[in-house]
């Protein structure tokens, strides 16, 4: 077992965010990726970007997002978005055995496939500090 | 595939007098019952599922079968919930066919395999792909599997296609589709390969990320988590995580504070 050195990470709320990412010497994050697809993280997201940042919008939403580009004209900003394209699960099992990724410490939750009602208003309703359910399937 | 009759879930234990080990739950005793006596469940084919109709969550029968010689199928060992799941139930899927299993983050055995399937043998631990590819359309030969054009390309398990919070999954292009866990690596460790830790990798993978850059990270859910982690692979110089939950901020600085190599997962 070992602990791997991490590059700084910095934890910060959606009130501290803008402020933030605008105070960085480039006037926004070089990279943004947004998981969140809430209400104005979107809007976040390129807000926060610098000047010809990449913007990855990996998020699901609801509704329809805006793109105000009058405003946003001359940010040139690169936005990808998408489903994921998963090929490279190969890289990343090995990735795993090499111990260079971790994801097990997201189960916070175990329950068997007869029980999976209850997992999912736990799941939904983001109950007791869950983060991701393991469903036992033998049972 | 059996059609299923409209109406009300009813939950169901299985007595000992039945003999049957599995917990099923059906809709109507009396209806389950003429199914099991006309032989289209058995003792000898005993998978169950898990469907959603209209808001209730409910475990029921159903045969699962080889229909192609790419086909696989594999028995469950371990799978998961995905936030996509809860879009399906709340209708927000326009894609997701009624009454099909959901569930399309898995680990399992194969069990059986198509004549033409190669890289996997009956036996084999697995991981499931979220996606469905064929590997020789255009979009696939250029990496973009989720564009696919198959007819079941892209996403089908658990939306188009009965899916994995069962026992037993049938998956097309199982050569795409499945991936021998190596030896030195759990199930609980290999959990999330096939959808949220992919999605994680390929969202870093493609932000064309420096060792010099600042990333921000908005959202510390399961996939930003996932996120998080692939993004430190790429070492740049600092990292944000946005998150508006205080108890998933707290996470987030747990999580960065496990060590590698074990399982380190808070299961019961």
Known sequence: MFSIIYPSVQVVTPEECLNAAQSLERGGADVVIEVAGGEDTFELAWKAARPNAVVTVVALYGRPQILPLPQMYGKNLTFKTGGVDGCDCTEILSLIEEGKIDTTPLITHGFPLSRIEEAYKIFENKEDGVIKIAIDNRY | ?268
């Open chain 2, 1 to 268: 595939m059996f059609l299923l009759f409209p109406g009300e879930w009813h939950k169901y234990m299985p007595d000992e007098s039945t003999g049957w080990n599995e917990y099923w739950i059906g809709f109507n005793g009396k209806i389950m019952e003429d199914w099991v006596k006309a032989g289209f469940f058995s003792k000898e084919n005993p998978v169950f599922n898990v469907g959603l109709n209209e808001e209730l969550i409910s475990l029921y029968k159903r045969a699962v079968i080889i229909a192609d010689s790419q086909d696989a199928i594999v028995r469950v060992t371990l799978s998961s919930i995905c936030s996509s799941d809860l879009h399906i139930k709340h209708g927000s899927v326009p894609r997701a066919v009624p009454g099909i299993t959901v569930g399309h983050e898995m680990v399992g055995v194969v069990e059986q395999v198509g004549a033409e399937v190669t890289s996997v043998r009956p036996g084999d631990r697995v991981a499931v792909n979220v996606e469905t590819f064929c590997g020789e359309c255009f979009f696939c030969r250029n990496g973009y599997v989720n564009n696919c054009t198959d007819p079941n390309g892209g996403w089908a398990l658990g939306c188009r296609i009965d899916g994995g919070q069962t026992e037993y999954v049938r998956v097309p292009y199982a050569d795409q589709g499945l991936n021998r866990i190596p030896d030195g690596v759990s199930d609980k460790q290999a959990l999330f390969v096939g959808d949220v830790l992919a999605t994680g990798f390929w969202a870093a993978r493609i932000s064309e990320i420096k060792e010099d850059d600042t990333v921000l990270i908005i959202g510390a859910g399961p996939t930003g988590l996932c996120t998080l982690q692939c993004v430190m692979l790429k070492n740049p110089k600092k990292i944000f995580v946005c998150e508006a939950s205080s108890e998933r901020r707290a996470f987030v600085q747990h999580y960065l504070s496990f060590s590698a190599g074990g399982d380190s997962g808070g299961m019961p």
